[in-house]
């Protein structure tokens, strides 16, 4: 009896440790699972991270520089010898312990709609880590795309820490909507110094990259060129918005007087009127014709005084390139030299939908920096029934100069 007791007692403690073996193993390799990518050394640092022993201490005598991996220090009372612990706050990768850098808090995933290159030929879709992104529905803000949203999520975070940029249908990104377009594993020898990802090209109509530094890219766009309409000026950065769109926009306010819709609108953009005349502070008319609107706004840039005190004569110099008309939307949209509109240049004449957002309010009003006088109605011409009677009255007036002309000639 003492014999199979003490066999059973034996056959009980051999299957408990079995069983606590393997259970074991299934907490250890379960998170550091993520498919056939290899990568034995990350896994080997993951699968003892979680099982090495807790009352240990552990050297770290031979571990790397951890500020410069964004991380924090490798600790004596942690799980894995010569290891960084997890990524600093704000910062984003695998939680670690690992010895791969975390990326900034400045990091993005990029998208170049219908590119095959990674490089700023148009206008990039920006995808700052933490955010669901969306395009506004009419494909302005991501061409490729119309209407849906992308982010860049990390697989495996517990574990390894892989960065996927990934296409969803939903406006929350839920992971059920999302399907993966480019995916980066993290490398061993990267530091803050090198750290890069490949562009990913194969496989879809868009070039993507990640960058750890995003304010390389926003530093080459003006904020407002996110916005997708040259109408509509941007109230964010990536880093501040508020709303599911990579800035938040509104429409730029109502254009001054001297900006004229129906007679050559880029002119008066550049060159304003002498039908309008500027106002002083007291709101007064004074004898100066109002500039053109890029000239002012660059004069008012330049200083603080009122635009009395702006002439077309001292922004002579100014080099004005201007776009006057853009889908559902005219005004004035005063460029820089790459194209893309400069912040607090752009001013609106019309908004219709759908391509062009009107508020429920209507266009916000003129500045009061920006204000000129009115111009006399009777001195425009209509685009309609007036356009017709103008150029008939003109063709009419020029008729019976040459045929007087003709007449003092036979004399």
Known sequence: VSYHFHFGQYRNDAMSRWNERHAVQRRCYAPCRFGSIPARALVAACVAARCGRADALVDCSGSPDCSALR??????????????????????????????????????????????????AGVPFLLPLGRCVCDDGTGAMWPSAPGLCAQVYIKFPDGIGIYEVQQCT??????????????????????????????????????IELVDNCDLITDQLSPSALCGHVGFVATSTIWTALGDTPVDCELSPSCPESVLDTTRPAQSCCFGTHWSLQLNAQGEETNLTAPGFCPMVHGLEGNESSNSNISNSSNSSFDCIVTSAARGWTGCACLDSR??????????????????????????????????????????????????????????SCWLMRLLLWLLLLR
Request: glycine share 10%.
């Open 71 to 120: 991380r924090q220090p490798c600790s004596i009372r942690g799980d894995i010898s010569n290891t960084c612990g997890a990524c600093l706050p704000g910062t984003w990768g695998g939680r670690g312990p690992m010895n791969t850098v975390c990326l900034s808090q400045t990091a993005c995933g990029v998208i170049y709609p219908g590119e095959e290159t990674c490089s700023i």
């Open 170 to 207: 939903s406006r929350t990104c839920d992971q059920a909507t999302c399907t993966t377009m480019a995916s980066w594993m993290p490398n061993i020898s990267q530091t803050t110094e090198n750290v890069s990802f490949r562009c990913v090209t194969e496989g879809g109509s868009d070039a």
């Open 339 to 396: 194209g893309y509109p400069k912040a607090g240049w752009t001013c609106t004449v019309t908004c219709e939908r759908p391509w062009c957002n009107l508020p429920s309010e209507g266009i916000p009003p003129v500045p009061s920096a920006w204000l000129s006088s009115e111009v006399a109605s009777s001195l425009l011409v209509d685009q309609g029934s007036h356009g017709k009677v103008a150029s008939w009255a003109a063709s009419r």
